[in-house]
């Protein structure tokens, strides 16, 4: 396994390392921002809008979890198909189970750690202007979009790996129509009691690449 991670590292370490710096950026733009409307308008105003207006301030990273699993997902799995390198993977004296598997893990540890990178950021930076209670509701509230993002990353993996266009095309419209469970509500919280499904429901999502793998390999159409 080792060598598959370090193999995927060499081939995407940009890519991580500019999507990390891009998303704290992000971050670190959205609580700046929220610092400074505080100390023009008072912090007591924000107290009250989080309190009394289901407020959370960080809207404008409501999306970038999902864009960021689908690009990973992309820049991965994309020159594996035109290049025809996972022809060559797939004859690997190992399982494709733990090739492909060892490939897909890789990709969702490099995205959790980005995104425990930002939620660290957002609850230290937020820890400055808020209770505890307001911070968590926010980060709490933020939670489902980071998991839409590694499921993006692996139903984007699932697309990319299929080797006949139209059932390229049916994957994904199944996979926005099951990314967008992921944001049926704006409301605060409303998923705190549907998180521990949304994570089982990510765990096995993660079958369905090795489906198309599967596909690839008898050389189905």
Known sequence: ??????????????????SAIFSLLLCLYVT????????????????EAALTKDAIFIQLLHYMPLLLGIAAGLVQFIPEMLQK???????????YFYS?????????????????????ALGIA?????????????????LPWYLSGLTAYVLCAWICLEPNWKRRVLNGIVSACVLRIFFLSDTPEAYNRFLPILAVYTLLICALPFISVERFKTGKD
Do not use: D, Q
Request: charged share 15%.
């Open 1 to 18: 396994m080792n060598a598959f991670f370090y193999k995927e590292w060499l081939k995407n370490r940009w890519f991580y390392m500019l």
């Open 32 to 47: 700046l921002n929220l610092h400074r409307l505080c100390n023009l308008r008072g912090a007591a105003h924000f107290w």
């Open 85 to 95: 390198r996972i022809k060559l993977t797939l004859h690997l004296p190992c399982n």
């Open 100 to 120: 492909i598997g060892s490939m897909l893990l890789f990709g969702l540890c490099m995205l959790c750690c980005i995104f425990l990178l930002n939620l660290s």
């Open 126 to 142: 937020l820890r400055s202007i808020f209770a505890p209670e307001i911070v968590s509701r926010i980060l709490l509230t933020a």
